[in-house]
């Protein structure tokens, strides 16, 4: 079971119920946390320092600035607000004026980004286009974790409006780019920068959600026992495109070029959490604003904790006048604070005027705001409401201005944006404001990596199938090390294949009893890497998969239950039809008959065998050493050359390899040799012009004999007759004892006809495969019986809502 709260498993076994959506897509690089902050030393009122790390370097338009250089001609347009700076690429512009020769003064105007570990290989600085204007001596910084400057580039006199150059080595454990600007292109401008650091993650949530499929699981059977699987999870993802984000040709788009394979995608659902609240509450006998059209009213708040991604404002009204004419729509934002105003949307959502309720009786009114940033605690915030019509300009809404204090200093709820004359009426009512941030608590759903991408011209979503890492290791090959003759057990074998496919210890977990499954020369040929985690599960009767958090487990045979021990444990229920304590084992979840929509109970005679037959194939050496390579000519060298030569083996796998040169000319010289199990790396130096011929001996290792083992249940048996199962021949199974080991847990675990349950039910995500589940199997007559059950695959459907689909097998009490 994943570990979540008891609010998650309350929230999801809900009779009526909200399930949360949130996918996050790395677009520019397939490994790497593109998790980045933006931080500058200054802005103008209209600036979006963000833009400058999401792979857009064109600006929309050119957009007006108070410095002279706009004409009244058309070709200037306003800066975006903050309701369209997704959509209107403008960047990062500054405060302060350049001066004379377009110096800045100390301090200089400094753009700050701040990341996850990471390599940089490249620079990148681009100014405004559309205005024609760049910076013109600066200087980046490239920082480590412990704050030292590990790369300084210079950069004085550029007259590019994109400026780049790519790093001659890779700088490594980067954490933090600056860029300070100390010269721009135009005297009595400020900075304006598009790009400096290409870096683009997007997350989706909810509504921008259209569909999430996942299939997950731990056994594939194709017609006999599902003995050593490897599975790839898969998840489809379709995803609404109504601002033509995705669409392929969009060059306004930041995701224009990065719909790519490979882009990875990290999917949660979620519960509503606990969370925080601010009431606001206008006292009964106060004044009253009116909330006019093109004017606000505003009230701050302290965040009590901290938030992201979606929030409720909800504001309950008693006694409050309706529009005498309703305006079209009132905006509902959540505003930074600007030295004691609001300063600019971190978020908002627009409803009807009409909408608003009236009465004596209170009623929360409830608006949805999902925010652009998080906000952090203990900060102040503004809830901010604007009127807006076309038809009717005086409509109001009566509502109140508390006198008392609830922030230091601050006296009065409202803040008029536009009236020099604001209005003040009595009301004899209350207006509550209450911001409702409840937290959100998620649950994975794994790690993929895209396909192909689907984004129809008829249609307005984006669609992709993605696949976990498993699915990566099919495309990357493993070949044996130089010590693999060290090997001698599947465990440091495992190691092994997925060190090599670059994977770090904090992306895998082995199982150690693999320790125990010893092998003579722990050799496969150069094969995927999956194919060869393949027979490493095979070889011990184990499996391999991805779990929630993208981490591979190589699982051996003593995590696939068998058998239970039933205790007393009072334990969450999934339904209400169970009594509050019931008899089950601990860490079980129980499901009851109110959880599904239909259930089946198949028992798969296929799926049986109660002879096992396990074939060692043990590999050893003759210790007799053989020429296992030679040159197939003499090979030509030049004076004080040196030659590198990559011998295949005839023969492999091979130990105690040596490599010799024969016919060779004075001065000629082997320098350096790598022996691998079917082949070597040579270099040769001369210091004379000659020729040479390369000789390789080695002692071949082949398989010589092996050992039939043979496991059986003569009282399965005698019950359901002899069934045999022959396991696959494996290069991994050399010796008697890793061989009965195998044979006794397949006897185990299917000497018995196996008794599944499969359900198609309302789902939980918190519960992951491996799990154990209680499923009612007979509920009639005044029987009731339960068994228990461990899930082998899931499908998991969210589409607004959640359904889900189980399988698993019986495990005996």
Known sequence: MYPVSQKYHEEMRADRRRVFARCQIDYTSPFLDQSIEVMPSETARYSYPEHTADNLTEPYAKFASLDGSCKADGTCYPAPGPEEEKYMQ?????????????????????????????????????????????????????HDETDDVLYTETVTGNTEITWSKPLGATVTQVVKMTLEITRWSHVGRQVKILEFFSSLQETYENEDIILLSLLEEQEVSYGSLPVGNISSNEIEIKLYNRDRRFDVGNTNSPLYGLLKPNRRIR????????????ELEQLYSDMSRHLVVGHGLARSFTAGGTLGGMTEVRISVLGVERFFMPPDTITFHIYNDNDGEPGSSLG???????????????????????????????VRYWIVLIASSSGHPSGYIKTRVSTTTTIPGERFMTYDFSSP??????????????????????????????????????????QTTAR????????????????????????????????????????????????????????????SHREALRLVAEACAGRVYCDREGVVRVEGPSFIKTEIDTIKNAHFVQGGTFPAEVETVEGAYAVSVDDYFSKDIPIKQGEMANHIEVETQFLASSGIEEEVYRSSEPVQIEANQE????????????????????????????????????????????????????????????????????????????????????????????????????????LALYKEPRQNVELDWRGNPALELGDIIQVPVYQRSGIDRRSYFIVTRQELEYDGGLRARLSGYRITE
């Not at 940089?120 to 024609?132: A, F």
């Not at 759903?445 to 008829?458: A, H, K, Y």
């Open 90 to 142: 403008m960047g990062w512009w500054g405060e302060k004026l350049a001066g004379a020769g377009g110096a800045f003064t100390s301090p200089y105007p400094t753009l700050t980004v701040m990341f996850f570990s990471r390599p940089i290989d490249s620079l990148k600085v681009v100014g405004d286009s559309k205005r024609e204007e760049w910076p013109v001596d600066f200087e980046i910084k490239l």
């Open 267 to 278: 999917p949660e659902l979620g519960a509503a959490g606990g969370g925080w609240h601010t």
């Open 348 to 378: 908002h959502t627009i409803t009807q005027g009409t909408d608003w309720p009236e009465g004596a009786t209170p009623e929360w009114f409830i608006v949805d705001i999902t925010l652009n940033e998080a906000l952090a605690q203990g």
């Open 421 to 462: 004359n604001p209005r003040w009426d009595p009301l004899p009512g209350s207006l509550t404001f209450r911001l409702e941030a409840p937290s959100r608590e998620y649950v994975p759903l794994g790690v993929f990596w895209t396909g192909d991408w689907s984004i129809p011209d008829d249609g307005l979503f984006a």
């Open 468 to 527: 976990d890492r498993l699915e990566l290791l099919r495309h990357s090959t493993y070949e044996p090390g130089s010590d693999f003759a060290d090997i001698d057990n599947l465990h440091d074998l495992a190691v092994d294949i997925l060190q090599k496919a670059g994977l770090t210890n904090t992306e895998y977990w082995i199982d150690p009893g693999l320790e125990h499954f010893r092998t003579a020369y722990a050799y496969i040929p150069p094969q």
């Open 643 to 746: 030659i590198a030569i990559n011998a295949l083996y005839r023969v492999a796998p091979c130990i105690g390899a040596a490599a010799s040169l024969e016919n060779a000319d004075p001065g000629i010289e082997i320098v350096k040799e790598e022996h691998y199990p079917d082949k070597a790396e040579i270099v040769v130096h001369s210091t004379v012009e000659g020729e040479f011929e390369l000789a390789i001996s080695a002692a071949p290792l082949k398989v010589l004999g092996g050992d039939l083992v043979v496991l059986q249940d003569q009282t399965s048996i005698s019950q359901h007759g002899l069934v045999k199962f022959t396991f696959p021949r494996n290069p991994l199974v050399q010796l008697v004892s890793a061989a009965e080991m195998a044979a006794g847990h397949i």
